[in-house]
């Protein structure tokens, strides 16, 4: 039977932080283990199997934090350009007076 890639990144987060003194710094010690918990409850699965799926989480990490960082890009331009052009402000139009 095969397991998706979100079953296998769910145990080993399971897995992990059942054994990892600091999630997010494990040891190689404890990354093995970890491994192993997962290659036990899922038959089937290779350690390999369990790096595959955390690189490709890690690589679609990535292109989201890139993706992200585009649009930040975009809306800080957005920004700045209409600083420049606020009524009242140098390069903005004038102020409009209610009567």
């Known amino acids: 039977m095969a397991f998706s890639r979100d079953e296998i990144l769910k145990?080993?987060?399971?897995?992990?932080?059942?054994?990892?003194?600091?999630?997010?710094?494990?040891?190689?010690?404890e990354i093995a283990a970890a491994s192993a918990i997962v290659c036990a409850n899922f038959p089937g699965v290779t350690p390999d199997d369990v790096r595959e799926a955390l690189r490709a989480s890690v690589e679609e990490l990535q292109g989201d934090v890139a993706a992200l960082d585009r649009?930040?890009?975009?809306l800080e331009s957005t920004v700045k350009e209409r600083e420049r052009t606020l009524p009242g402000l140098p390069g903005g139009p004038p102020l409009k007076r209610r009567d």
Do not use: H, M, N, Y
């Open 11 to 29: 145990a080993w987060d399971e897995a992990i932080g059942s054994v990892a003194r600091k999630r997010d710094d494990p040891t190689d010690e």
């Open 71 to 74: 649009v930040l890009q975009i």
